[in-house]
T-cell receptor, first 114, second 113 residues
Framework: GAGVSQSPSNKVTEKGKDVELRCDPI?????LYWYRQSLGQGLEFLIY????????KSGLPSDRFSAERTGGSVSTLTIQRTQQEDSAVYLC????????????FGPGTRLLVL | AQSVTQLGSHVSVSEGALVLLRCNYS??????LFWYVQYPNQGLQLLLK??????LVKGINGFEAEFKKSETSFHLTKPSAHMSDAAEYFC???????????FGKGTLLTVNP
């Protein structure tokens, strides 16, 4: 079946611009996660959505980062006023209700802030 | 709190040799443990997982890992390396109620002909 998809696959933007990154989880998966992978920090948790519950935003690095999940499916990660240190690969993962401990990852969005 | 330590940021083996990638974890609750593989410019692919059943876990592509609670380890092995195994490998743990993963820094595996 279809896996987690993310778009765009690559994004180049100028410092100060806003960007939106999209994640389509596997159909039927109720949990959705965003992670960031950067050279200096490795893989870091950003935010977690589970069904209709309030999201766990504890990993968001600053208030320039926000995310939403509409209709319990697609999620958008928004970075406002991008900075060069935001350059990274942003990975999305999802898990199903009966095996929430196992996350399946998308291919990622490679963000470069010039 | 939880953490993962992967010993060796880079491991190099010859084709056909044993692969051993080390992972030690720390968790305040019984952990779930995972190994993921990442090929260049791709996302993370699940290799195998430990979820409190059998301590010896078999995964895809001939990899396996053994959970050793006394040593807080979850090392990844493969008896015979193949060129296609060259990639970066990440060990991860989750033990919290929201299942968020904590990753090690990764180990880059190089396979020499």
């Amino acid at each position: 079946g279809a896996g987690v998809s993310q778009s765009p696959s690559n994004k180049v933007t100028e410092k100060g611009k806003d960007v939106e990154l999209r994640c389509d989880p596997i159909s039927g998966h109720t949990a959705l996660y965003w992670y960031r992978q950067s050279l200096g920090q490795g893989l870091e948790f950003l935010i977690y959505f589970q069904g209709n519950s309030a999201p766990d935003k504890s990993g968001l690095p600053s208030d320039r980062f926000s995310a939403e999940r509409t209709g319990g499916s697609v999620s958008t990660l928004t970075i406002q006023r991008t900075q060069q240190e935001d350059s990274a690969v942003y990975l999305c993962a999802s898990s199903d209700p009966w095996g929430q401990e196992t996350q399946y990852f998308g291919p990622g969005t490679r963000l470069l802030v010039l | 709190a939880q953490s993962v330590t992967q010993l060796g940021s880079h491991v190099s083996v010859s084709e056909g040799a044993l692969v051993l990638l080390r992972c030690n974890y720390s968790s305040s609750v019984p952990p779930y443990l995972f190994w993921y593989v990442q090929y260049p410019n791709q996302g993370l692919q699940l290799l195998l997982k430990y979820t409190s059943a059998a301590t010896l876990v078999k995964g895809i592509n001939g990899f396996e890992a053994e959970f050793k609670k006394s040593e807080t380890s979850f090392h990844l092995t493969k008896p015979s390396a193949h060129m296609s195994d060259a990639a970066e490998y990440f060990c991860a743990v989750n033990g919290g109620s929201n299942y968020k993963l904590t990753f090690g820094k990764g180990t880059l595996l190089t396979v020499n002909p």
